[in-house]
Structure formats: C-alpha cells, structure tokens
C-alpha cells in the first residue's frame, strides 16, 4: 500500500473535550518525523471541538473534518442543526456524511445526497459513508444495498473528485468483526465499478486496529482506513498508522 496516498481518518464520535486535545501531541510530533510523504491524516472530532483542534493543527499536515451536516445550504431555523458552510468557517475541510450511526437515526440516501451537494458547494470534502447491515448481508443483499447507496447518495454529483468513499460494513462498527478478506475485496471492487471511470478514494472502516490492520493492509485497493474506537487513543491510532505505512 506503500505507493499511493493513504488516509488515516479519526472519527472521534461523541468523545472529546478541550482537554482531550492535549493527547494530540503525539500525534502531531508523529507526523512530523513519519517517513512516508504520500498520506494523509484527518481528526474528525465533534463540532465542539473542530475550531480549537484546527487551531492546534495549524502548522502541521493534519487535517480536521466534521462528523455531520445539514443540508441546507443557507443558515435558517433549524435548532440545533450545523451546516457545511459553518463548519468550513470553523476551520473543517472535511465532512463525514451518511455515517450509519446517523443512517440508525433516519437518514436517508435522498437526505444524505443533499447533505453531500450542499456541502459539496460549501467547499468540503466528502467522506461518504455506505455499507450493508448484518441482516443484508445475511440475505445477500450487501452489492443491492451498496448499488443504491451509490446510486441516490450521488445522485446528480459528475464530478466526484471531492468525494472519498468509506465502506463500513454496520455490522463491524465497534463490533471487533472485520469482513473476510475475500469478501472485502469483491465489495471494495463493486463499489469501484459502482462509480465508474474516475473511481474515488475508498477506505475501508469497522473495528480497524492494530491487529487486524496487517491483514487489512495487504488489500492494496483500499486506499486507506476510516478508524472510530482506535482513533481515541492516539498510541492505538499511531500504532495502526505505523503497520500500515512500514
Ligand atoms: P470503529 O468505528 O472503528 O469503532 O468500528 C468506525 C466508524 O464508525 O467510523
């Protein structure tokens, strides 16, 4: 995997507070020693914490981005909502979108798809999250369901430079079950077919870490590993960084 651009994102979830920040010095004085030129490290942290953590990051090669946005292009009378445009003034050049955490919570692909388009127009880069529940899988439904993830998430988006894929399979998130190698290989390329001539980035994510990541990193289509639990650690998260790039 050692060739090409490999991203590391960090999705902190509902974790972290201004105190947590301080961990981040390892990670930092990391990559800044780290050998390996072609990669790339992204915090998703909670919006909380998203201006505090760019500041932090300024002079370093890390990148913050968001967990989540609204759709609405324009600011309006929507309670506790955030938007893309909001977020990229706080200092997120990234936003995780259609997470399944938030798919559990109702999130559509029609929703999703104007959560991309308008954070799209806001200037962020996408992580756009798909994968198949247990149940799906059981019934042989995962390349169906990964299909119409693609197909309406995307919908109307020619170009999709500035969108990354993560395939999380739900059943592995936080779960410790990883897919089987075969099994992630024939879904990595699905989705591959999925988007076509100029196939974006797609990182895998669902319980990585640092056992799993040897066998995870010899699947050389993926371009990279979207991590949750590991993440909050930074000795985890530097741990699986350092098995992947050696
Ligand atoms: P996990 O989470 O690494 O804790 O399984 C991944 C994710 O939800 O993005």
């Known amino acids: 995997m050692t060739n090409k651009y490999l991203y590391f994102v960090a999705n902190w979830k509902m974790y972290g507070d201004l ?32 201006r505090p953590l760019s500041k932090r990051l300024k002079k370093t090669k890390i990148e913050v981005g968001a967990q989540n946005a609204h759709e ?31 798919r559990q919570l109702g999130e559509d692909n029609k929703k999703i798809n104007l959560k991309i388009k308008s954070a799209l127009k806001a200037g962020l880069k996408i992580i756009y999250c798909i994968g198949e529940t247990l ?51 024939k879904s990595i390329l699905f989705i591959k077919n999925k988007l076509g001539k100029k196939p974006s980035k797609i990182l895998y994510g669902g319980s990585v870490n ?22 909050q650690d930074p000795k985890k998260f530097i741990d699986i960084i350092k098995k992947t790039i050696n």
């Open 210 to 231: 640092g056992d799993n990541i040897k066998k995870l990193k010899k699947i050389n289509i993926i371009d990279g590993f979207l991590v949750g639990g590991a993440s």
């Open 135 to 185: 149940k799906e899988k059981r019934n042989k439904k995962t390349n169906q369901v990964l299909s119409s993830q693609i197909k309406i998430g995307l919908k109307t988006i020619r170009n999709k430079s500035n969108i990354i894929i993560a395939y999380e399979p739900v059943w592995s998130i936080g779960t410790g079950l990883i897919p089987k190698t075969n099994d992630l290989i």
């Open 19 to 50: 105190k947590t920040l301080n961990s981040l010095d390892k990670i930092i004085k990391f990559s800044k020693i780290i050998k390996q030129k072609r990669f790339k490290l992204i915090y998703c942290p909670p919006s909380t914490l998203i």
């Open 72 to 102: 609405s292009e324009n600011y309006g009378a929507f309670t506790g909502q955030i938007n893309s445009k909001m977020l990229k003034n706080v200092g997120a050049r990234y936003v995780i979108l259609g997470h399944s955490e938030n």
